[in-house]
Nanobody, 124 residues
């Protein structure tokens, strides 16, 4: 059974940084494309960033380009979301998701496994 676990959420001030981490178990990590999504109160879950299984391709939603960086270390079974220049609008529960193979990276329904989410709160 595949499990996805996120860590690293918390409270940051506007302009600050946080790094989210994500790991999977139950299947070879490098077989997954990895994605980050977020859901703010009263809003739908939205795509944030994704990375192909090899790390060779990355994708970002426009609102985080230049501020967030997604990366992965297959040797450590870890994916990361480095979030810099945080804004109050980044406040949300952030979810890590794993996709077998890789396509439709920005579409939540393409992902097979999800973590429980981690809260990120950015104060102004």
């Amino acid at each position: 059974q595949v499990q996805v676990v996120e860590t690293g959420g918390g409270l940051a001030q506007a302009g600050g940084s946080l790094r989210l981490s994500c790991t999977t178990s139950g299947r070879t990590f490098s077989s997954f494309a990895m994605g980050w999504f977020r859901q703010a109160p009263g809003k739908e879950r939205e795509f944030v960033a994704a990375i192909s299984w090899s790390g060779g391709k990355t994708y970002y939603t426009d609102s985080v380009k230049g501020r967030f960086t997604i990366s992965r270390d297959n040797a450590k079974n870890m994916a990361y979301l480095q979030m810099n220049s945080l804004k109050p609008d980044d406040t949300a529960v952030y979810y890590c998701a794993a996709m077998i193979g890789g396509s439709a990276y920005t579409t939540s329904s393409a992902y097979n496994y999800w973590g429980q989410g981690t809260q990120v709160t950015v104060s102004s």
